[in-house]
């Protein structure tokens, strides 16, 4: 039987990168339009750093089958559009039923999950707290800090993403914006 090999791979927190992975991609400022309720506070982000980082993903894949585990880090820049907090785009697993592990590395995070139900579940997570996304959650990372978010993750190779479910539905069903007060509150997507 041909074994995988093991695989060691260093995260860098300051970096918020994997080293030694076998994927990366960005996702700019410009990728993100339609996300932020904020129309022209979006428009503005644009207009002077339409193509800076918002977020990166490095990761490594083994092999493609469930058993395989992908792992990775996500790092991703502060800041808001308006008063709605940067988020990653969100997805459901395109196979429902895989779940993921994330772990703050650092930063302060929400993991923001609805059920295809509509159940709201948001998880405030600090450094080396673990959140268990269970199976058929929808789920995005939100940075309510003023420095990069960095967590890591793993799921089963072959969970794919489904970004149109959140497309469909005109977002997800609450955004995290700040309180005003230096913290956050959840409020009704008036899209949704
Ligand atoms: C994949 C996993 C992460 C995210 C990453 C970016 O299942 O949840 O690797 O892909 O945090 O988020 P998104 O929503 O743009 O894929
Ligand atoms: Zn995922």
């Given at each position: 039987?041909?074994?995988?090999?093991?695989?060691?791979?260093?995260?860098?927190?300051t970096?918020?990168?994997?080293?030694?992975?076998?994927?990366?991609?960005?996702?700019?400022?410009?990728?993100?339009?339609g996300?932020?309720?904020?129309?022209?506070?979006?428009?503005?982000?644009?207009?002077?750093?339409?193509?800076?980082?918002?977020?990166?993903?490095?990761?490594y894949?083994?092999?493609?089958?469930?058993?395989?585990?992908?792992l990775g880090?996500?790092?991703m820049?502060?800041?808001?559009?308006?008063?709605?907090?940067?988020l990653?785009?969100g997805?459901?697993?395109?196979n429902?039923?895989?779940?993921?592990?994330y772990?703050?590395?650092s930063?302060?995070?929400?993991?923001q999950?609805?059920?295809?139900?509509?159940?709201?579940r948001?998880?405030?997570m600090?450094?080396?707290?673990?959140?268990?996304?269970?199976p058929?959650?929808?789920?995005?990372?939100?940075?309510?800090?003023?420095?990069?978010?960095?967590?890591?993750?793993?799921?089963?190779a072959d969970?794919?993403?489904?970004?149109?479910?959140?497309?469909?539905?005109?977002?997800?069903r609450?955004?995290?914006?700040?309180?005003?007060?230096?913290?956050?509150?959840?409020?009704?997507?008036?899209?949704w």
């Amino acid at each position: 039987m041909n074994f995988t090999e093991p695989r060691l791979c260093t995260i860098s927190v300051t970096t918020g990168m994997l080293e030694n992975g076998d994927g990366h991609y960005r996702k700019s400022y410009r990728d993100l339009d339609g996300l932020y309720a904020d129309r022209a506070a979006f428009e503005s982000i644009l207009a002077d750093r339409a193509d800076d980082i918002a977020y990166e993903v490095t990761s490594y894949t083994p092999g493609g089958k469930t058993s395989d585990m992908i792992l990775g880090v996500t790092r991703m820049a502060p800041g808001k559009v308006g008063r709605e907090y940067f988020l990653t785009r969100g997805h459901i697993h395109a196979n429902g039923d895989r779940p993921e592990i994330y772990q703050t590395l650092s930063g302060r995070g929400i993991m923001q999950m609805e059920s295809p139900d509509g159940e709201v579940r948001l998880v405030e997570m600090g450094p080396q707290q673990v959140c268990y996304v269970p199976p058929f959650w929808i789920h995005r990372s939100v940075n309510i800090g003023d420095e990069d978010l960095v967590m890591f993750f793993s799921y089963p190779a072959d969970s794919g993403q489904d970004y149109s479910i959140i497309a469909r539905s005109g977002g997800m069903r609450v955004r995290i914006m700040d309180d005003g007060k230096g913290g956050w509150v959840a409020e009704d997507n008036t899209a949704w």
